[in-house]
């Protein structure tokens, strides 16, 4: 296995676990409630991410040296506002029914701040390669999160997985309803999305004690 | 090559190279593409108004399943029996009607200027079918959709749709579980135009109950709930004049 050095594998790596920017940086929170309702939403941003993260890197990387300090977070802005604009339109052309699906989220990822935060803390100071790949691990750390939100919170709020009803017909009451079970609606209200992380965060932090800030 | 990235004419000169590499590339691209993505939304308006009037390929179980794009034009034309236009008490013919913006001509209805409302004529079972379009707002923004009555102003079929509201909870007013609820139910109450209500304590979960104006809401998404009732009740306000002429013939 010598395709990546352990140093650039570690970019990779690192936050798919002990430097998640969700629950590690706590970063990204806002989109990691507003759309994790459902498996399918959370996997397509999730792919959107890690796409605008892992090109956004690139550019910025290859202009690190040109951008005037004075302007750059305005540069940065402008880099992930054309991708996403780009992935947008191309989408509409191409994949018209993914893109209603993706509407609102294409736009959101603007105000991604990991998207920012890794532009501003990574690219800037690192070459392209080693850049793409930050920009790919900390896209995939934000998505794997994201999938895990939009399980537990589609699984235990509606009883689906990617909209395919897996625990019985809630109405009809077959499968788990017939001997008592129901949905949770709190599963499908943003404030869950919270607890799931918190949930996230207490697993992550019992099994690496390194993790836990001295109070 | 050292490059001084800190004086203020290499900043300014900086930022008009980047914002005029930007204008152009997103220019090319919007110029370059817009031709398919117009053609991408007259299929799906094709679509949507066939799927309100029962047109699709769902199957007992299945999800919304439209009627493919490469065949949605030629079906549209054949189904479609008619698209007029209703301009100040008058029906006139528009082929076009389907592209209309409806949200324009409600707006200008609404402050008292000339409209143009589209409305398109099908056939079910032998029985006229008239498809009326809708434009309200949600939570977060627009919810539009097509609902198909008969002459009795029972409804024959819906489809709805929303720019942006929440994925799980407001969005799902596009499903089948929720639109399949309106099918069967009356738009009137009597002589009134009452519409159909989308209501947290109807007690009808199953919706069996086709004669109380009222289907049963999505938990969670009260506020698109509300949207899509004050929508169907817009639509009969400002369709009422020929909605009137239907029933009266």
């Not at chain 1, 990779?12 to 969700?22: H, M, S």
């Not at chain 2, 179980?61 to 698209?83: A, C, M, W, Y």
């Amino acid at each position: 296995m010598a395709l990546l050095s352990k140093k650039d594998s570690n970019l990779i790596l690192d936050p798919l676990a002990d430097n998640n920017p969700i629950t590690i940086q706590v970063l990204g929170i806002c989109s990691a409630l507003a759309i994790t309702a459902e498996l399918k939403a959370s996997l397509v941003m999730a792919i959107s991410v890690i796409f605008v993260m892992g090109i956004g890197n690139i550019v910025i990387s290859l202009l690190r040296n040109v951008i005037p300090s004075k302007i750059r977070i305005i540069a940065q802005l402008i880099v992930v506002a054309t991708l996403v604009i780009v992935v947008d339109q191309v989408l509409k052309a191409f994949a018209y029914e993914l893109s209603k699906t993706l509407s609102v989220f294409v736009g959101l990822i603007i105000t991604n701040c990991i998207i920012m935060g890794r532009f501003e803390a990574f690219a800037l100071g690192n070459g392209v390669w080693r850049s793409f790949l930050d920009g790919i691990g900390n896209a995939l750390g934000y998505g794997v999160i994201l999938v895990i939100i939009g399980f537990f919170r589609e699984l235990l709020g509606s009883g689906t997985l990617f909209g395919i009803p897996v625990l019985g017909d809630p109405i009809a009451k077959t499968g788990l309803y017939s001997i008592g079970y129901e949905n949770n609606g709190f599963m499908i209200i943003p404030p869950a999305a919270l607890i799931v992380v918190g949930i996230i965060i207490w697993v992550q932090r019992t099994r690496n004690k390194a993790l836990i800030e001295e109070a | 090559m050292a490059l001084n990235t800190e004086k203020n004419s290499y900043t300014v000169l900086f930022a008009v190279i980047m914002v005029a590499v930007v204008g152009s590339l997103l220019a090319f691209l919007a110029s370059s593409l817009s031709g398919k993505i117009k053609e991408n939304e007259r299929f799906e308006k094709q679509q949507n108004i066939l799927y309100a009037m029962g047109i699709n390929e769902n199957t007992q179980d299945s999800g919304v399943n439209f009627i493919p794009t490469n065949v949605v034009e030629d079906r549209f034309l054949e189904e479609v029996k008619g698209q007029y236009v209703w301009v100040n008490g008058e029906i006139e013919e528009d082929d076009q009607a389907f592209l209309i913006d409806i949200k324009k001509e409600f707006a200008a209805l609404k402050a008292g200027d000339d409209a143009r409302l589209p409305i398109f004529m099908g056939e079910k079972d032998g029985e006229e079918l008239y498809v009326l379009p809708m434009y309200g707002k949600g939570l977060w923004d627009a919810i539009w959709g097509f609902m198909s009555v008969d002459k009795d102003m029972v409804v024959q079929g819906v489809y709805f749709d929303h720019k942006g509201e929440t994925a799980g909870l407001g969005a799902n007013i596009k499903l089948r579980f929720f639109m399949d609820d309106f099918i069967g139910e009356s738009l009137m109450e009597g002589q009134s135009y009452s519409g159909i209500a989308v209501s947290k304590t109807n007690n009808d979960p199953l919706n069996e109950d086709k004669q109380d104006n009222e289907v049963d809401a999505i938990a969670g998404a009260t506020i698109t709930g509300n949207g899509v009732s004050a929508m169907i009740k817009e639509t009969l306000k400002l369709y009422r004049p020929y909605l009137e002429t239907i029933r009266n013939n």
